[in-house]
């Protein structure tokens, strides 16, 4: 496929329904685990929404790779996952599909709503590690 092809189909992405079943993908840098941090400030809004990527257009390793475009190293950073219902069954939070075409990231996703004290604790209990730090993937 030719680059000006490409660039077409990437200008029609649009945003699409996230079934309850599918998983948000979210990095997270080192710092979050170190001793004494508490993991509930990573839960929140970057702009709009707090920023992650949908299972179905991407892997967590593609997740983790994209810090690259940030001039960031892969290997500082895990991958979460949380269950989109899980998300969705929290207080005054939606899960939007925001497909991100400058960067070509037709899996971004958006989680909006206040990341209040009582949202990022139960954001905190939903999230389960899928890449560590240590790993090379």
């Known amino acids: 496929m030719d680059s000006n092809v490409a660039d077409e189909v990437t200008l029609n992405w649009q945003p699409e329904n996230i079934p309850d079943t599918d998983f948000l993908y979210m990095r997270v840098h080192k710092n979050w685990f170190q001793p004494k941090q508490n993991i509930t400030g990573l839960f929140k ?13 991407a892997t967590p390793k593609e ?5 690259i475009r940030f001039g960031k190293s892969p290997e500082d950073f895990a991958v979460i996952k949380m269950l989109v ?3 969705r069954a929290i207080e005054e939070q939606t899960v939007e599909h ?3 075409i400058p960067n070509r990231n037709r899996a971004h996703t958006d989680v909006l709503g206040e990341k209040d004290v009582e949202a990022r604790l139960k954001f905190s209990r ?6 560590k730090i240590e790993d090379p993937n």
Do not use: L
């Open 45 to 57: 809004n970057h702009g709009e929404g707090m920023s992650t990527d949908w299972s179905y257009y």
């Open 63 to 67: 997740t983790k790779e994209r810090v």
């Open 85 to 87: 219902a899980e998300v």
């Open 98 to 100: 925001t497909p991100d």
């Open 126 to 131: 939903i999230f389960d590690v899928v890449i």
